[in-house]
């Protein structure tokens, strides 16, 4: 009997927001999957406590924006992944935040359905609802948008043009550019940001206007006018 792969969301970095869903599953998967592609793999560190003594499987995913690549990678990471399945063995495969937002799980969860599988995700408390809570903001009301945006890709100056509530993901490597963005549509007064929501070292901006640089663990939310 074939083993079943469950995506599993660990939250954006406290492991006091790991679901109890999270734990069950982890506790029940024989192998657990962690991507080593730099910040990804902080989420074992996230559910260390329930991880503990169970095999991890180390799954090679580069940071890199190469498709031809990135699609050689995820096939060889979807078969070591499968080989455990066929295996008998249930797979848990960690990620921060929830898996169903821009996670790399994503990509390996449709491959491994693809091949025949079966693969579960468990949803984890995302890293823009934990920085606005962070924040004491909230991040829509009534009939206002949200809109969840990738901040380093596309066309940012259009999304900074839509109503309601813009998160910006993947700001971090350019926080610059999105700052001159913001100031040029006269949004940096309503924008705020958070960096590694949930995790040591977090810090609260309500002000970027001085702000230079970033780092991976940053989301910045810019409130609608009259929010």
């Given amino acids: 009997m074939k083993g079943i792969l469950y995506g599993i969301g660990v939250g954006p ?11 069950e599953k982890i506790r029940m998967c024989d192998v657990i999957a962690v991507p080593d592609s730099g ?14 003594g169970k095999p991890i499987l180390s ?21 070591l992944i499968c080989g455990q399945l066929d295996a ?15 996670s790399t799980y994503g990509y390996l ?7 025949g599988y079966e693969a579960n995700i468990i949803p984890g408390v995302t890293s823009f609802c934990a920085a606005a809570a962070a924040l004491g903001e909230m991040l829509c009301e009534g009939g206002e948008a949200l809109h969840v945006i990738p901040a380093s890709y596309g066309d940012l100056e259009s999304a900074l043009s839509l109503g309601g509530t813009k ?3 993947k700001s971090g490597k350019k926080l610059n ?9 006269n949004l940096l007064h309503q924008a705020f940001m958070v960096q590694r929501a949930g995790m040591d070292g977090e810090r609260l901006l309500r002000d970027l206007s001085g702000e230079a640089g970033g780092e991976y663990f940053t989301v910045v939310i810019v409130k609608g006018e009259g929010d």
């Fill in 59 to 79: 799954i090679g995913l580069p940071m890199t924006r190469d498709r031809d690549e990135l699609a050689e990678k995820r096939e060889h990471a979807a078969g």
């Fill in 109 to 115: 969860h449709r491959i491994v359905i693809n091949r």
């Fill in 177 to 185: 550019d999105t700052i001159d963005a913001l100031r040029e549509k």
């Fill in 39 to 52: 910040a990804e793999n902080r989420a074992a560190a996230i559910a260390r406590e329930y991880v503990a």
């Fill in 167 to 169: 998160v910006l993901m």
């Fill in 88 to 102: 008998g063995k249930s797979v848990g495969f960690l990620t921060l935040g929830d898996p169903t937002v821009y």
């Fill in 13 to 23: 970095g406290d492991p006091g927001l790991l679901t109890l869903k999270a734990i």
